[in-house]
């Protein structure tokens, strides 16, 4: 995955932006501050996928890097 | 089909999606034109079949438009038929844990099929073939990128907050949902949950942080349009994936009730015990029931030879905590038919919701072909101070065949009942228990359990 798809994929992740949109309701009230509280967590909880898979590429990049390095001596 | 012939269910008339009718005794759904679009997503996105498949949906045929004459019908739904109608308040822990469960993957596998669900009602839950499924096929709605989750506060109302106050407080609230017909209020779990869940970040966030935000929209009179944000699919599954695995991580309060181990504290010796499961057997074989309620059945040993006879049986106590073990051990053995609930039957669940229609009182779901009443009755008179005339019309009502139970008067289990008490029960004993029972029944066989002076009978309803 490039950097810029990354950005992208963590900016799609995180993106709880109130903006004016196509309003569809359902029979159900979902309530206010439910609403409220939903994207406060649902923020929280992204924020944390975002992070592990921040770290887990970060760690992954540098393991491939190592093996590569390696490789490369070991060729040498 | 006639759509004058129908019944339509007295609780289905919320979601003008379609409803729920019965005709010549078989349930149907009936789907309305508002609900076309979605419903053919569901059927033909593939997420009815992956759904049906993991046994998170009840199945369903439709039937052709042949047979049905309703003009204002898009389609009509013929679900697999339930056995017996349970709700939410007489579930133990684990039957509303695992219910929940179901609820949740079912929003998690929407979501993978552009779908959501829209509403997450406990009562669109029942128990099939001993497992929870989602009866209400129409409760998907077409999920556009960017919708929050309308459901989420009733999933929170009718499962976590009950679900937290059996976990952190007592497992006997869960009795609070039958005064609370859309889940126990919010505020008033945050209210009754132990300081020490402040501390979660789940228990605060989902229960006391949600509680206060709703007083304070509710204030500010807050519109849901200025609210709808943006929610990302990613974030909708994270906030479902994150509840699922906390409601995973809940498990019952226990706390020793006056009932459990009462098995193991009761006189029988196990040659008295083997010849008293015999004995039950040997009726239920005779009779041959296809339903058979087990009343005061503790942990459910007896219930287990109904449906091992093959038997559907409702498996019927008061205490939450033995009713959890019974449901246990039925999913452990994969009992498919033993349905285990919570009911005082001093004080029966009764009608609920509008117009005393929308949830069926106990007695309403009877007659049962069998009732097993076992080491019950001495609890009700001399326990309850119920005449056994009571005891007797009540049996009478319920079913058409009754095991019964009587324990004599100097049975060490009376002995210790009354040994701090006036003895005011100059009735009980074996002529007028033969004379409160002989009013509705008839006497088919008596059987004296080996090793004790306590005699159980076979009785038939009169005519």
Request: hydrophobic residues 40%; contains cysteine.
């Given at each position: 995955?490039?950097?810029?798809?990354?950005?992208?994929?963590?900016?799609?992740?995180?993106?709880?932006?109130?903006?004016?949109?196509?309003?569809?309701?359902?029979?159900?009230?979902p309530?206010s501050g439910?609403?409220?509280?939903q994207?406060?967590?649902?923020?929280?909880?992204?924020l944390?996928?975002?992070t592990?898979?921040?770290?887990?590429?970060l760690?992954?990049?540098g393991s491939r890097?190592?093996?590569?390095?390696?490789?490369?001596?070991?060729?040498? | 089909?006639k759509?004058?012939?129908?019944?339509?269910?007295?609780?289905?008339f919320?979601?003008?999606?379609?409803?729920?009718?019965?005709?010549?005794?078989v349930?149907?759904?009936?789907?309305?034109?508002?609900?076309?679009?979605?419903?053919?997503?569901?059927?033909?996105?593939?997420?009815?079949d992956?759904?049906?498949?993991?046994?998170?949906?009840?199945?369903?045929?439709?039937?052709?438009?042949?047979?049905?004459?309703?003009?204002?019908?898009?389609?009509?739904?013929?679900?697999?038929?339930?056995?017996?109608i349970s709700?939410?308040?007489?579930?133990?822990?684990?039957?509303l844990?695992d219910?929940?469960?179901?609820s949740?993957e079912?929003?998690?596998?929407?979501?993978?099929?552009?779908?959501?669900?829209?509403?997450?009602?406990?009562?669109?839950?029942?128990?099939h073939n001993g497992?929870?499924?989602?009866?209400?096929?129409?409760?998907?709605?077409?999920?556009k990128?960017?919708?929050?989750?309308?459901?989420?506060?009733?999933?929170?109302?009718?499962?976590?907050?009950?679900?937290s106050l059996?976990?952190?407080r007592?497992?006997?609230?869960?009795?609070?949902?039958?005064?609370?017909?859309?889940?126990?209020?919010?505020?008033?779990?945050?209210?009754?949950?132990?300081?020490s869940?402040?501390?979660?970040f789940?228990?605060?966030?989902?229960?006391?942080?949600?509680?206060?935000m709703?007083?304070?929209?509710?204030?500010r009179?807050l519109s849901?349009?200025?609210?709808?944000?943006?929610?990302?699919?990613d974030?909708?599954?994270?906030?479902s994936?994150?509840?699922?695995?906390?409601?995973?991580?809940?498990?019952?309060?226990?706390?020793?009730?006056?009932?459990?181990?009462y098995?193991?504290?009761?006189?029988?010796?196990?040659?008295s015990?083997?010849?008293?499961?015999?004995i039950?057997?040997?009726?239920?074989?005779?009779?041959?029931?296809?339903?058979v309620?087990d009343?005061?059945?503790?942990?459910?040993?007896?219930?287990?030879?109904?449906?091992?006879?093959?038997?559907?049986?409702?498996?019927?106590?008061?205490?939450?905590?033995?009713?959890?073990s019974?449901?246990?051990?039925?999913?452990?053995?994969?009992?498919?038919?033993?349905?285990?609930?919570v009911?005082?039957?001093?004080?029966?669940?009764?009608?609920l919701g509008?117009?005393?229609?929308?949830?069926?009182?106990?007695?309403?779901?009877?007659?049962?072909?069998?009732?097993?009443?076992?080491?019950?009755?001495?609890?009700?008179?001399?326990?309850?101070?119920i005449?056994?005339?009571?005891?007797?019309?009540?049996?009478?009502?319920?079913?058409t065949?009754?095991l019964?139970?009587?324990?004599?008067?100097?049975?060490?289990k009376?002995?210790?009942?009354?040994?701090?008490?006036?003895?005011?029960?100059?009735d009980?004993?074996l002529?007028?228990?033969?004379?409160?029972?002989?009013?509705y029944?008839?006497?088919?066989?008596?059987?004296?359990?080996?090793?004790?002076?306590?005699?159980?009978?076979?009785?038939?309803?009169?005519?």
């Amino acid at each position: 995955m490039t950097r810029r798809a990354r950005f992208s994929r963590g900016y799609h992740l995180l993106t709880l932006i109130a903006s004016p949109r196509r309003l569809l309701f359902s029979y159900l009230d979902p309530g206010s501050g439910s609403l409220l509280v939903q994207a406060i967590v649902a923020f929280i909880l992204t924020l944390g996928v975002v992070t592990r898979r921040f770290w887990r590429g970060l760690f992954s990049r540098g393991s491939r890097d190592d093996r590569k390095r390696e490789e490369d001596e070991s060729s040498e | 089909m006639k759509a004058q012939n129908r019944h339509i269910h007295p609780a289905s008339f919320r979601d003008p999606a379609g409803f729920v009718f019965t005709q010549d005794g078989v349930v149907y759904r009936q789907v309305n034109p508002h609900y076309a679009e979605d419903y053919r997503h569901l059927m033909e996105s593939g997420l009815y079949d992956e759904l049906a498949k993991r046994g998170l949906l009840i199945q369903h045929t439709e039937v052709p438009p042949d047979d049905w004459d309703d003009p204002q019908a898009h389609a009509v739904l013929l679900p697999e038929q339930l056995r017996f109608i349970s709700y939410p308040y007489e579930w133990c822990f684990s039957q509303l844990k695992d219910a929940a469960i179901v609820s949740l993957e079912a929003q998690t596998t929407a979501l993978q099929y552009g779908m959501i669900l829209k509403d997450c009602n406990a009562h669109n839950v029942q128990f099939h073939n001993g497992k929870p499924v989602l009866v209400d096929t129409l409760s998907f709605a077409g999920y556009k990128p960017g919708d929050p989750w309308d459901g989420y506060r009733q999933f929170c109302q009718h499962f976590l907050v009950p679900l937290s106050l059996m976990s952190r407080r007592d497992q006997r609230l869960q009795g609070l949902l039958a005064l609370f017909p859309d889940g126990i209020p919010l505020a008033l779990g945050s209210r009754l949950l132990p300081p020490s869940t402040w501390l979660s970040f789940n228990f605060l966030t989902h229960i006391h942080f949600h509680a206060k935000m709703e007083v304070m929209a509710g204030r500010r009179q807050l519109s849901n349009r200025r609210l709808r944000s943006s929610l990302s699919e990613d974030s909708l599954t994270a906030l479902s994936t994150g509840l699922l695995r906390l409601v995973k991580s809940l498990e019952p309060r226990s706390s020793a009730s006056a009932w459990s181990g009462y098995a193991m504290d009761c006189p029988y010796s196990e040659r008295s015990l083997e010849h008293k499961a015999q004995i039950v057997s040997e009726a239920v074989g005779r009779i041959g029931p296809h339903m058979v309620w087990d009343l005061g059945a503790n942990e459910g040993r007896y219930s287990r030879i109904a449906t091992q006879a093959g038997a559907f049986a409702v498996s019927i106590d008061g205490d939450p905590e033995v009713i959890e073990s019974n449901y246990r051990q039925a999913v452990d053995s994969g009992d498919a038919n033993l349905l285990p609930l919570v009911c005082d039957l001093r004080n029966p669940w009764p009608s609920l919701g509008w117009a005393n229609q929308e949830r069926a009182s106990l007695l309403e779901r009877g007659p049962a072909d069998m009732v097993l009443a076992l080491a019950l009755v001495h609890h009700l008179v001399i326990g309850s101070n119920i005449p056994i005339a009571k005891v007797a019309h009540l049996m009478g009502s319920l079913c058409t065949h009754l095991l019964v139970e009587f324990v004599p008067k100097h049975d060490p289990k009376i002995v210790s009942m009354l040994s701090n008490r006036e003895d005011i029960f100059p009735d009980y004993h074996l002529a007028g228990f033969k004379a409160a029972f002989g009013e509705y029944f008839s006497f088919l066989r008596a059987d004296q359990v080996v090793d004790t002076d306590r005699t159980i009978f076979l009785l038939e309803r009169k005519p």
